[in-house]
Structure formats: structure tokens, C-alpha cells
């Protein structure tokens, strides 16, 4: 019976930790970009869009399609980064596991 108690507290220690380091996710920003930099995007760890730059040399009333793009992929990319950063903080108490709904 100690041992179980003993491995309650460790459970409860770890899922403290994890909200811990799920709610600082939410202050890591992560820069994605496209075109040379024409485009960039930010993003925090929770995929949530903070801010975007366009320079006016991405901005060409006869090519909209190509702005689309330059936006997407700019956005693409931060996502992606912020997934990766999220599986490497989390990961550390999922052993890599990936647990639906968790991160």
C-alpha cells in the first residue's frame, strides 16, 4: 500500500509538470517565414497566430495568388516549428509517446 501511495504522489508530481510546461508553451514564440523573409509570421507554442509582416515588395495587385501562397507557407512553417517544439517539451514526460489531446 506505501508503494502505491508513493507512486500517486510521483503521478500527481508529473502531471503537475506537464500543466506547468503546457501553460509555458503559451509564451514561446516561434518566427516562420517565406519568400526570402517577404513574409513572416508568429506564432506561439499553443498554434495560436500572434502577429504578421508583409513588405511591400510582396505585394503585387497583379499576382495575388503568389501573396496567398507567400502567407501560407509563412503560416506552414511557424506550425510546423511550434508542433516540434511542443513534442520536445512534452515529450519529456511521454516518454514520445503521442497521447491524443495532450499537446
Not at 510582396?58 to 502567407?71: C, F, N, S
Not at 509563412?74 to 508542433?83: P, R, W
Amino acid at each position: 500500500m506505501n508503494n502505491m501511495n508513493q507512486m500517486m504522489k510521483q503521478v500527481k508530481k508529473m502531471q503537475e509538470q506537464m500543466l506547468k510546461a503546457q501553460e509555458e508553451l503559451g509564451s514561446k514564440t516561434i518566427e516562420g517565414s517565406s519568400g526570402g523573409g517577404v513574409v513572416t509570421v508568429q506564432v506561439n507554442g499553443h498554434k495560436k497566430l500572434l502577429s504578421m509582416q508583409i513588405k511591400p515588395e510582396a505585394v503585387d495587385p497583379e499576382d495575388i495568388e503568389m501573396l496567398q501562397d507567400l502567407v501560407i507557407t509563412a503560416v506552414n512553417d511557424a506550425l510546423t516549428q511550434a508542433e516540434e517544439l511542443a513534442n520536445n517539451d512534452m515529450g519529456k514526460f511521454t516518454g514520445g509517446m503521442k497521447i491524443p489531446g495532450l499537446f
